[in-house]
């Protein structure tokens, strides 16, 4: 059981690793929430194989006795997924309004949008229509 | 301290940004809140502070759950002076952006960020095993990505992305070492882990099997986050697109949390057994290529703010180099340079926002002349400046002193790079106290559309900030000793944890029983 989610970690890391060194902010976020769900994978891995040498499975970790599943790994990854699904509702949005203010979702193109030394320095504009 | 006091330092915040978002509307309201909440955690936090001068660790179990079972907070030197200049520097860049904020950005939330940000920066100070940590960081990092954007203008849209992929990564990669952690010892609060680690190097046991693998992987999240060698691209690219209070309050707190997790983590736990072959000579060598290459891009840099932003860079080397000696009297450097740091480069900060003010540009091209019209902006800035290099009086001095006599013995060339970076810090410093404050200016007519009216009359609270950051800038140098003993403890409890550890977790129920979570 444990190879087999050793498998799917390396599998699901390798896609989001190619995903990320792509030049398009789309693919880059897609590769970042993947990397996530890899990460969370390994977690559960941590909590050790569910079935044990005798072929049976451990328990729930609330009720019974004996072999209990160790809980604290999934509630890490409770967390986890929490926090990823914030973060993903966060980047998803600034895709949006990034390709709204500047016309653009390429790596590239947004490099040029900043000239180092000039351009106006105190933005006060662009405000009001954050959002909207 | 067996009652829960501790976690005043995260609810106040927390409660204050919930009351902010009802208050979102009424601005006076908001900002008379902020500075209460921040304030009152300032007294708390001294009051603290001077209860463990002689090195004891305050210790609030939540819930009266024991402490590998339950979350444990910890107020010990180290996490006790930092989280004091961070509200001092938090207390500055709040009074400064009264002044200098748009109104239009205070409706958007800046109030509420500002105080989320402060929950997650005083969580990683305070909590005492790996997953709060992460949770910490997390909260810190959802408020910057919010405070970075805010506004919402075109040219921080395109730089925002940098800061934020990096972020997640270092942010996975952290929770899965986490993960492998609890693999490994079945347990993440860090006295257990210590202990753990501690008896199995000491039983020649030896460590498990990928711990080196993990520890790097630490470093690695650990560093993106503190900005260290190869990691800190991300950094001169955002921090002068957001506005001034919000740019200030970032080099001085979201750097040092990541410098604060390494110092809290690899001296106790990461960095020990064979661990600490492989750990410390990457230390050594982004240390050196961090503060080298930081003061170089300053050197070549032409805007203000961009210089600063390197500097941030080039600073956190110097923390790089006391954290990497991984002695008492360095830790103890390393710890008082980045109270010090915090402190001068948020003032340098503000001091580059009122210059945009008064000039409409921070192109060294084309400001000048400005110590004649604003005599107290140049004093201060002139101040925070020297502090940062590092001259005699002043709180950069004895930071440097520190480190370099420390760092001389073992790495003597580590410390001829750190006194040559300073040497090329004067030269960048200088270089903008020249052309923007000595010089005449370069164009003659004023800049059109710069904020001159606006800027002479309602720039009372940017003073005040800049006022308080360099005041307490001037008490750190003066008064170094004090707050170096302070730091010399935190060095010695770094060194030798075993008060922490007895504080924190004097049971050590899972260390006793031996018990690991699965493996695999």
Known sequence: MTTVLAVCVAVIVTVSIYLMLSRELKSI??????????????IIAMSGSPVLPGGDLRQPPILG????????????????????????????????????????????????????????VLENGGIGGMGR | MTDNLLSLLVVIPLATA???????????????????????????????????????VLVSQMGGWPAPYGITLVFDSLSGLLLCAGLVVALGCYVHSFSVIDPGMERRYFHPLIQLLIVGVNQCFLTGDLFNLFVGFEIMLMASYGLLVIGGSRRQMGQAY????????????????????????????????????????ASGEGLPTGFVGVS??????????????????????TYHTCPVPVAALFSGLLTKVGVYAVARTFPLIFAVGEARDVVVPLLLVSAAATMFLGVLGAVSLNNVRRILAVHVVSQVGYMVFGLSLMTTAGLAGALYYMVQHMIVKSSLFLCCGVMEQHAGSDDLGRIGGLQKRDRFLGVAFFVAAMSLVGLPPLSGFFGKLVLVREGWADYWWLSVV????????????????????????????????????????DLRGAYVGIGFLVAVALFVGLAAEPIYDIAFHAGEQL??????????????LIAAGGVTGGGG
């Not at chain 1, 966060?90 to 390429?106: D, E, I, K, M, S």
């Not at chain 2, 940098?162 to 006295?191: D, E, H, P, Q, R």
């Not at chain 2, 922490?500 to 050590?508: C, K, L, N, R, T």
């Open chain 1, 29 to 42: 976020a897609m590769g970042v929430f993947l990397l996530g769900h890899g990460a969370n994978l390994a």
């Open chain 1, 65 to 120: 006795d004996g072999h209990l599943v160790d809980a604290l790994p999934q509630a890490l990854i409770l967390t986890a997924i929490v926090i990823n699904f914030a973060v993903m509702g966060f980047f998803l949005t600034l895709l949006v309004l990034t390709a709204r203010r500047t016309g653009t979702l390429n790596v590239d193109e947004l490099a040029l949008e900043d000239p180092p030394a000039d351009g106006p």
């Open chain 2, 18 to 56: 919930v009351a902010s978002l009802v208050l979102i509307r009424r601005r006076l309201a908001q900002r008379v809140l902020g500075l209460a909440s921040l304030g009152s955690m300032l007294v708390l936090a001294l009051g603290w502070l001077s209860e463990i001068r002689d090195g004891d």
């Open chain 2, 162 to 201: 940098k800061y934020l992929v990096l972020n997640l990564i270092a942010s996975t990669v952290f929770v899965i070492s986490a993960g492998l952690v609890y693999g490994m010892f079945g347990t993440l609060n860090l006295a257990d882990l210590a202990r753990i680690v501690e008896g199995r190097v």
């Open chain 2, 216 to 237: 790097v992987l630490l470093l690695f999240a650990f560093g993106a986050k503190g900005a260290f060698f190869p990691l800190w691209f991300w950094l001169p690219d």
């Open chain 2, 418 to 457: 750190a006194l040559l970076t300073g040497a090329l810090t004067l030269v960048s410093m200088l270089k903008v106290w020249t052309k923007g404050f000595w010089l005449p200016p370069v164009a003659s007519e004023p800049t059109p559309g710069s904020d001159g009216g606006a800027g002479s009359g």
């Open chain 2, 495 to 508: 060194t030798d944890p075993s008060a922490y550890i007895e504080a924190v977790d004097p049971h050590g």
